[in-house]
C-alpha cells in the first residue's frame, strides 16, 4: 500500500469512530446505514471505508459481513479495536 494510502486508512478508521460511537440501535442494518451514510456525505465509496474498518476491527481483509461482525462484537469491543489501531477517542 502507498503511504497515501496508509494515510488514507488511518484517517477513515478515525472519522468512523465518531460516527460509530453515537449509535444506540447496535444492529447490523444500523450500523451500515451509518458507515453509508458517512460514506456519502464525504464522496467515497462503501469499500474505502468498510475495507479499513475491517481491517482494523478484524485484522484482515477478509471476514464475514462487516456489518455482521461489528453487530456481534458488540459496541464496547468496537470502539476498544478501534481506539487500538488510533482511530478511537
Same mark, same amino acid.
Request: hydrophobic share 55%; glycine share 0%.
Given at each position: 500500500? %502507498? %503511504?497515501a494510502g496508509v $494515510? *488514507?486508512?488511518c484517517a477513515c478508521i478515525g472519522c468512523i469512530a465518531p &460516527? $460509530? *460511537?453515537p449509535i444506540a440501535d447496535w444492529r447490523a442494518t444500523a450500523l451500515e446505514q451509518a458507515v453509508r451514510g458517512f460514506a456519502e456525505a464525504n464522496r467515497l465509496k462503501l469499500g474505502e471505508v468498510a475495507q479499513p474498518l475491517r481491517a482494523a476491527i478484524t485484522g484482515s481483509l477478509v471476514s464475514p459481513p462487516i456489518f455482521e &461482525? $461489528? *453487530?456481534v462484537l458488540g #459496541? *464496547?469491543?468496537t470502539m476498544g479495536r478501534l %481506539?487500538? #489501531?488510533g482511530g478511537g477517542n
Open positions: 500500500m %502507498s %503511504s $494515510l *488514507a486508512t &460516527v $460509530l *460511537a &461482525v $461489528l *453487530a #459496541q *464496547a469491543e %481506539s487500538d #489501531q
